[in-house]
């Protein structure tokens, strides 16, 4: 007999106490077992929020220790705060007894344009220099004054039918041509639109379409020439005209046709001319084989359709 039957026979205890006698037992364990859980858990959560945190100071070292770069510019890796344009340093250049630095100074105060009160200083500073016994000195001077007084009389200067005006600084100040920047001038702000790359050293010729909505670039180095079509509102460009050439000739004729890494194509071009207001026309002496062979040509570039013919010069005739 068991004890619980024993002890209900000879009535020493009621139904109701062994009932509660024997669940005690269970739900005491089920405390114990809850409660268990609850701290295991407890320490996970504590482990799993102190791994976070060492995570996130890692990482936050590792920021500081792996830095991300995404471009490198001339600017970033000079460490330094961008030098910004300084006017004053060019007014008081012009006070210099060196010609170079005069010669510079004029140039650059151009770039003042866009700030009122520099552009009407500068103006007045240069104006002495239109009689400068220096003639290169004075032709600067005249171009200067021309577009701070906002005159745009200067022959240097190209007037496009949206309005603006397009220009070069340090005019002809190499036998081979000015300044490779275009300048331009739009709604009176100036901008540099475009600086061309360390091969195109010097623009030697703005040439307008006769409608005025595109213009050809003329470039060279002292080894090669360049030709590039703008539409300038825009802001859409040809492929360079004088390499396309040489490679589309270079494929008709079969030549071990290479491109140079520095983009120097020992060719030249002459008689650029637009036949229509979509239609830049040139002839070429084209180089293959270190110049060992010569090709005279005759090039006909369409800006819209981006369609270029290359013929013999004396097939062409």
């Given at each position: 007999m068991k004890s619980?039957?024993?002890?209900?026979e000879i009535?020493?205890?009621n139904?109701n106490?062994?009932?509660?006698?024997?669940?005690?037992g269970?739900e005491?364990?089920?405390?114990?077992?809850?409660?268990k859980?609850i701290?295991?858990v407890?320490c996970?959560?504590l482990?799993?929020s102190?791994?976070?945190?060492?995570l996130?100071t890692?990482?936050?070292?590792?920021?500081?220790t792996?830095?991300?770069?995404r471009?490198l510019?001339a600017?970033?890796?000079e460490?330094?705060?961008v030098?910004?344009?300084d006017?004053?340093?060019?007014l008081k250049?012009?006070?210099?007894d060196?010609?170079e630095y005069?010669?510079i100074?004029?140039?650059?105060?151009?770039?003042?344009?866009n700030?009122?009160?520099?552009?009407?200083k500068?103006l007045?500073e240069i104006?002495?220099?239109v009689e400068?016994?220096n003639q290169?000195?004075?032709?600067a001077?005249a171009f200067?004054?021309?577009i701070?007084?906002?005159?745009y009389?200067?022959p240097?200067?190209?007037?496009?039918?949206?309005?603006?005006?397009v220009?070069?600084?340090?005019n002809?100040y190499?036998?081979?041509?000015?300044?490779n920047?275009l300048w331009r001038i739009k709604?009176?702000?100036?901008?540099e639109y475009?600086?061309y790359?360390?091969?195109a050293?010097y623009?030697?010729?703005?040439i307008?379409?006769?409608d005025r909505k595109?213009?050809a670039v003329?470039?060279?180095s002292n080894?090669?020439?360049?030709?590039d079509?703008?539409n300038?509102e825009d802001?859409?460009?040809?492929?360079?005209?004088v390499?396309?050439a040489r490679v589309?000739y270079g494929?008709?004729k079969e030549f071990?046709?290479?491109?140079?890494?520095?983009h120097?194509?020992?060719?030249?071009?002459?008689d650029?001319?637009w036949?229509?207001n979509?239609?830049?026309q040139?002839?070429?002496?084209?180089?293959?084989?270190?110049t060992?062979?010569?090709?005279?040509?005759?090039?006909?570039?369409q800006?819209s359709?981006?369609e270029m013919?290359?013929?013999?010069?004396?097939?062409?005739?």
């Amino acid at each position: 007999m068991k004890s619980e039957d024993l002890y209900r026979e000879i009535g020493l205890i009621n139904e109701n106490l062994i009932d509660s006698a024997g669940h005690s037992g269970i739900e005491n364990r089920k405390k114990s077992f809850s409660k268990k859980w609850i701290v295991l858990v407890a320490c996970l959560v504590l482990y799993s929020s102190t791994a976070t945190v060492l995570l996130a100071t890692d990482y936050i070292k590792n920021q500081n220790t792996e830095p991300y770069i995404r471009y490198l510019t001339a600017e970033s890796m000079e460490l330094q705060p961008v030098t910004h344009y300084d006017a004053d340093k060019f007014l008081k250049a012009l006070k210099s007894d060196n010609n170079e630095y005069v010669y510079i100074a004029i140039n650059r105060l151009v770039e003042s344009f866009n700030d009122e009160s520099l552009r009407v200083k500068a103006l007045i500073e240069i104006q002495p220099f239109v009689e400068s016994e220096n003639q290169k000195i004075a032709d600067a001077a005249a171009f200067a004054v021309d577009i701070l007084s906002k005159t745009y009389e200067s022959p240097y200067i190209v007037k496009l039918a949206d309005g603006s005006i397009v220009f070069t600084l340090f005019n002809n100040y190499s036998d081979y041509g000015s300044q490779n920047v275009l300048w331009r001038i739009k709604d009176n702000v100036l901008e540099e639109y475009f600086h061309y790359s360390r091969t195109a050293m010097y623009i030697r010729k703005i040439i307008p379409s006769p409608d005025r909505k595109l213009i050809a670039v003329v470039m060279n180095s002292n080894k090669s020439d360049f030709i590039d079509i703008i539409n300038v509102e825009d802001r859409m460009t040809s492929p360079e005209l004088v390499e396309s050439a040489r490679v589309n000739y270079g494929a008709q004729k079969e030549f071990d046709t290479w491109i140079r890494i520095d983009h120097e194509n020992y060719s030249y071009v002459n008689d650029i001319v637009w036949t229509d207001n979509d239609t830049l026309q040139f002839e070429g002496s084209l180089a293959y084989e270190d110049t060992a062979i010569i090709e005279d040509v005759i090039v006909t570039y369409q800006f819209s359709k981006k369609e270029m013919e290359v013929k013999k010069l004396n097939e062409s005739r």
